[in-house]
């Protein structure tokens, strides 16, 4: 079964606002990364928390390994943000092997 | 450019052809994994290299795919009989085992099969 369950699927931003992604897991995981994905396919390493929150930029990301859940904040969308963005999380006892959600298309218009 | 690379970027095959490609994890690494996807929907795990050793793969890798790592600076993932199915962006990515913080991607090979 889905051990990552992400959403919103997809979402659209004009320009200079913000929003938020999330992803709920259904097992404990002891870390979790977010890509962004870009039309080319290349995946881009946005974050990597094993707790709390970290920040970069108009993006932050936070990590709550008890309750089993993550999130992405966009602020002050640009074009350039559009693309597909992944969770990621890493079991327990499983090494560095991910498991993803599904994705979110996040499109930024002017 | 992406620390870890692959090749080729686009491959297409006939139905019943072998296909390969090739990564390069980034140097350092000793962790290779492949993904598998369709359609820019999520990533599906393949298989996993620990210092050039398969340590965990999904069934559909032991019956139809060949995959190796020779050395430390190369691994191969390849499809004895290409079905339709298999048409999708391959990815390969590097980690020093246990640091997901390194966990690095390649630009993929896309693979077409007709």
């Known amino acids: 079964g889905d051990q990552v369950e992400q959403s919103p699927s997809a979402l659209s931003l004009h320009e200079g606002t913000g929003s938020a992604l999330r992803c709920n897991f259904t097992?404990?995981?002891?870390?979790v990364q977010w890509f962004q994905q870009n039309s080319r396919g290349s995946l881009i390493n946005l974050f990597y928390?094993?707790?709390g929150t970290k920040e970069n930029g108009r993006l932050k990301s936070t990590f709550n390994s008890k309750e089993s859940y993550s999130t992405l904040h966009i602020r002050d969308a640009q074009l350039e943000d559009s693309g597909t963005y992944f969770c990621?999380?890493?079991?327990?006892?499983?090494?560095?092997?991910?498991?993803f959600g599904k994705g979110a298309k996040l499109t930024v218009s002017p | 450019d992406a620390a870890v690379t692959q090749k080729p970027r686009y491959l297409i095959k006939m139905k019943g052809q072998e296909a390969e490609m090739k990564c390069i994890p980034e140097?350092?690494?000793?962790?290779v994994f492949w993904y598998q996807q369709k359609q820019s929907k999520e990533l599906k795990f393949l298989i996993y290299f620990q210092n050039q050793q398969p340590l965990d793969q999904i069934d559909m890798v032991k019956e139809r795919f060949s995959a190796v790592c020779p050395s430390s600076s190369l691994c191969s993932l390849g499809i004895r009989t290409c079905e339709a199915e298999d048409s999708a962006l391959y990815l390969c990515?590097?980690?020093?085992w246990g640091r997901g913080s390194d966990y690095t991607f390649g630009s993929g090979t896309r693979l077409l099969v007709i």
């Open positions: 990621a999380a890493e079991q327990q006892g499983t090494g560095s092997k991910l498991s």
């Open positions: 928390l094993a707790s």
């Open positions: 097992t404990t995981m002891r870390a």
């Open positions: 990515s590097s980690s020093q």
């Open positions: 140097k350092g690494h000793t962790a």
